[in-house]
């Protein structure tokens, strides 16, 4: 991606944009709205105005100084749309005819924690109906509308329901490698199904996206020369969904020297977690899992 992209005339262009779609999104009926006075000679509140306060949060994704603080504003705007819960992740698929493998890396979650560990228990990753269609949709869909659900995928949908995520909304983005980077916003029916919401949610969403390559170009490409081959080839295998104890058995080493690998190349990065120093690395093209 071109450093210009990101630079001060065309940032500012782009955030313009987004102001004017947001605001076309929640008030572009606002010379329609009563004016109308109470008996108290106040204005009626209006339920548009209260959604112009959703115009704050989002701003704060363009102030995002690391992953964590843009992960932390995405989901400030999503619960302000009525979304509580999400999870952004970077799905893949295997190219294996033989093992059709999906892989999940997760850049952040707010989703129920019983319900995070039933998903990894029963390894949902490849059963899950809302990976299978984010590779056959290029805009937001909802979980309901999802056609042709095999008998697992009915009731991993039903499982998810009973653990607090009545409905959900999907926004794919379609990356050059094959990739996928996945927003899940779970809320309830009345925000999943409501117009506006579902277009202000995929604003949000195009505007992470924008900020995770804006991140992703702010350390010096002279971080690549500072990590190791052995520290890139531990958080190759991060990106691929192992665990320390696995790269260990992988690389011929234990997890304690693993752990010490990653946490070198977390400092060299000068980033906060081992799942966003791997997808920070990728997207830089550091390393290509």
């Known amino acids: 991606m071109n450093r210009t992209v990101v630079g001060r005339g065309p940032r500012l262009m782009w955030h313009l944009d987004f102001q004017t779609l947001w605001r ?3 008030v572009a009926n606002m010379k329609h709205v009563s004016r109308r006075r109470s008996n108290e000679g106040q204005r009626r509140p209006s339920p548009i105005a209260d959604r112009l306060q959703t115009g704050t949060p989002v701003m704060r994704l363009a102030c995002a100084t690391d992953i964590p603080s843009l992960v932390e504003s ?3 705007a999503a619960g302000k749309l009525g979304f509580p819960h999400y999870m952004i992740s970077r799905v893949t698929r295997s190219r294996s005819s ?3 493998r999906t892989a999940l890396e997760m850049i952040g979650s707010h989703y129920p924690q019983e319900w995070v560990q039933h998903y990894q228990r029963r390894d949902y990753a490849d059963t899950d109906p809302v990976h299978r269609a984010a590779f056959l949709q290029s805009a937001p869909y909802r979980w309901h509308d999802i056609i042709g659900l095999s008998k697992a995928e009915r009731r991993l949908l039903d499982e998810a329901r009973e653990a607090g995520l009545p409905a ?3 926004i794919p983005a379609h990356q050059s490698d094959g990739s996928i980077l996945l927003f899940n916003l779970s809320g309830s029916p009345h925000s999943v199904n409501n117009a506006n919401n579902s277009r202000l949610a995929y604003l949000i969403s195009t505007q992470f996206h924008f ?3 804006r991140l992703a170009l702010i350390p010096s490409r002279r971080a ?4 190791t081959p052995r520290q890139l080839e531990c958080l190759t295998w991060v990106a691929r969904g192992k665990t320390s104890a696995e790269i260990g058995e992988i690389l011929g080493c234990s997890r304690y020297t693993v752990d010490y690998h990653i946490e070198e190349a977390m400092e060299a990065l000068n980033i906060r977690g081992r799942t966003a120093a791997a997808v920070n690395a990728t997207v ?4 290509k899992p």
């Open 24 to 26: 076309s999104a929640g």
């Open 74 to 76: 995405f989901g400030h």
């Open 98 to 100: 033989c093992t059709r």
């Open 168 to 170: 959900g909304i999907s």
């Open 211 to 213: 900020e995770l390559h």
């Open 224 to 227: 690549a020369h500072l990590l």
């Open 284 to 287: 830089q093209g550091i390393i």
